[in-house]
Structure formats: C-alpha cells, structure tokens
C-alpha cells in the first residue's frame, strides 16, 4: 500500500452529511448521520431515491444533533442491508435492517443492551462509545469503535453469532492508530476484502463524540482478519474527513474504493472519492 490516487469521482445532490455507503451493481446506498433516509443513487443515469427507514415525523432531513439517529455504519449481507446507529447518546442505538431488492424495513433492532454490554466488556464510557463501521459476514459481527473520545480507545468487537440479540460471545482487540498532522486518528468505517479490513480513520483536534473539531486528515489502513494485526496505515488526505468506505473493483494490480465525505454541515450535496490503492 506504498502508492493510491485520490480523485473525485462524483458529487451527488440532495445529501449532507454522507456517513456511509455500499456499491452494488451499479447503484450507490449512501446514510447521512442527520438523516432517516437510505439514499440509492444509480450511477448510470444519476437517479436518486429516497428511502425512508425510521420516521421522526416532524423532520426526516437535517436532523437536529440532539435527536438524530446517528446512522454512522452501514453493511450488506446476501440481500440484506444493515444501517447502524452509533451509539454515542441513546437515541442512537438502532439497527434497520432492509430488503435491498424491496427496498423496505425488514426489522428495527434495539441495540442498547449490546452496547452496554460493550462498554462494560471493554471498559468504554456512555460518552465515549462511537461505532462508527459494522462488517456482518453471515457468522460473525464486527464493530469498529471509533476512539475520538478523551481516552483515544479505537477498537474492533467481534461478536461471534448471527443472533447476537439472542446470546453472543465478544472479543475485544484495541489499536493504537498513527496519528494525523500531530492528532489522533480514529475509525470511521471498515469493509471486508478477502482476507483483510480495510478501514478508515480521520483526525479532528476535538476529544468528544459529539462535537466536531477542525479536521487534520484522513487514513486508510489494512487489518489481517485472522490475526487482527494492523499491517499498514497510509495518510490519504490532510484535508478530507472521510467517513465511508465501499469496494468499487478488485483488480489484479490494484483495489479501486468509494469513499464519501462527511462536511459536517447542512448543505445537500455530497462529494464521493475514488482511491486506488496498489496491492
């Protein structure tokens, strides 16, 4: 992973706040952390939908911080997907699985009991639990902690069972990510490629999951997934906050990725990056 190219690859209109996404023929499903919507966005003839997966009644766009869902994760098993939210206050400790092919809610989970059970396992805080990337392989779960928090605590929890809701073993493995332009950087999604986790982490000079600070890059970085041993970490950008990762194309010489950014504001636009990345 010693050379990418970064390059803009699309910029999509009616979205703020891209937190995650999938690529799967030729459609794009893109969540905003201030939205309760599942975006899908055909790349062909740029079509955008919407998909309404929990209801606030009042305001489903540009939700208030206060009482957003926080949807920060997002992952595809067969034709399920899974839209997490991040758990960092408690209304945000759902889970919505849906259709892809129907394009509806399948079951809302409650998730507050596994994230107690987190914190308790790996001695996190209420205030410093922030998952922010979700990997389901049909057998095992795993949740990336994002350490953005005070005590900087990135992590990965492996809950061995498709039904954690219904008993569940977990392991917890911490990392010590390598820092951006001097600040900490943490998860913000992860995708499994073959024998590997690709993640991202991104730096803000802020010690809070709830507050955003000014952002000094992002990263992209390789975990064995047998091992769970940090390979690599490359800097991608010293200006970007990325938050969402997809896999694009698995060539013979190179991975092509999807990354979205999340600007942290309310303007409908958002911006999707491709990266290369040699193998």
């Known amino acids: 992973m010693k050379n990418f190219k970064l390059d803009l690859f699309v910029k999509i209109i009616g979205i703020s706040s891209a937190s995650g996404l999938i690529y799967h023929n030729d459609l794009l499903y893109i969540i905003s952390d201030n939205s309760n919507y599942l975006y899908e966005y055909n790349l062909e003839n740029t079509d955008l939908k919407k998909h309404l997966i929990t209801d606030n009644s009042e305001i489903n766009e540009n939700v208030p911080k206060k009482i957003k869902s926080d949807f920060e994760a997002i992952t595809q098993f067969d034709d399920d997907i899974f839209v997490v939210g991040s758990g960092s206050t408690v209304a945000r400790n759902k889970m919505i699985q849906i259709s892809e092919v129907q394009k509806r809610v399948l079951q809302n989970h409650d998730l507050t009991d596994l994230y107690l059970s987190m914190q308790?396992?790996?001695?996190?805080?209420a205030e410093e639990l922030n998952i922010e990337g979700v990997i389901f392989t049909g057998e095992k779960w795993y949740f990336f902690q994002r350490g953005n928090g005070k005590n900087a605590k990135n992590g990965i929890f492996t809950i061995d069972s498709p039904y954690f809701t219904?008993?569940?073993?977990?392991?917890?493995?911490?990392?010590?990510?390598?820092?951006?332009?001097?600040?900490?950087?943490?998860?913000?999604?992860?995708?499994?490629?073959?024998?590997?986790?690709?993640?991202l982490a991104s730096a803000e000079d802020s010690q809070s999951t709830y507050l955003d600070g000014e952002v000094?890059?992002?990263?992209?970085?390789?975990?064995?997934?047998?091992?769970?041993?940090?390979k690599k970490v490359i800097t991608i950008t010293n200006t970007h906050k990325f938050e969402g990762l997809t896999l694009y194309k698995n060539n013979a010489k190179?991975?092509?990725?999807?990354?979205?950014?999340?600007?942290?504001?309310?303007?409908?636009?958002?911006?999707?990056?491709?990266?290369?990345?040699?193998k």
């Open 120 to 125: 308790y396992f790996a001695g996190i805080s």
């Open 166 to 199: 219904h008993g569940y073993s977990m392991i917890y493995t911490c990392y010590d990510l390598p820092k951006i332009n001097g600040i900490q950087a943490s998860f913000t999604d992860a995708i499994l490629v073959d024998d590997s986790f690709y993640f």
């Open 216 to 230: 000094t890059g992002s990263s992209i970085g390789k975990i064995n997934v047998t091992t769970m041993k940090l």
């Open 254 to 278: 190179s991975l092509e990725f999807l990354l979205c950014e999340d600007q942290d504001n309310e303007v409908m636009v958002s911006q999707i990056f491709k990266l290369t990345l040699n």
